[in-house]
């Protein structure tokens, strides 16, 4: 069973940081692409970061020079470091991963972590 869990959400000031990290169960962390996706109120959920699990990543324009995402095969753990926060960066965070079943993909979230940027 696929699981993954975020942490490390919270509320901070502009200009802060803050680090999350989705910790992975049930796959071969090391070869799946992960990604962080994060969803405002009344928003659609967007693309933050995606890493693969070889080759380059992947940032939105929002975030790059801002935010790095990085992967400790190790721990099986998926990171965000979020850096200069903005308000406009307030969202539910999640950690995605997609499976591939019989030529099918299988998307799986976490539950979700709430980063809050105050002004």
């Known amino acids: 069973q696929v699981q993954l869990v975020e942490f490390g959400g919270g509320l901070v000031q502009a200009g802060g940081s803050l680090r999350l990290s989705c910790a992975a169960s049930?796959?071969?962390?090391?070869?799946?692409?992960m990604g962080w996706y994060r969803q405002a109120p009344g928003k659609q959920r967007e693309l933050v970061a995606v890493?693969?699990?070889?080759?380059?990543?992947k940032y939105a324009d929002s975030v790059k020079g801002r935010f790095t995402i990085s992967r400790d095969n190790t721990k099986n753990t998926l990171y965000l470091q979020m850096n200069s926060l903005k308000p406009e960066d307030t969202a539910v965070y999640y950690c995605?991963?997609?499976?591939?079943?019989?030529?099918?993909?299988?998307?799986?979230w976490g539950q979700g972590t709430q980063v809050t940027v105050s002004s």
């Open positions: 995605n991963t997609e499976v591939w079943r019989a030529g099918v993909p299988f998307a799986y």
């Open positions: 049930g796959i071969i962390f090391s070869i799946n692409a």
């Open positions: 890493m693969p699990a070889g080759g380059s990543t």
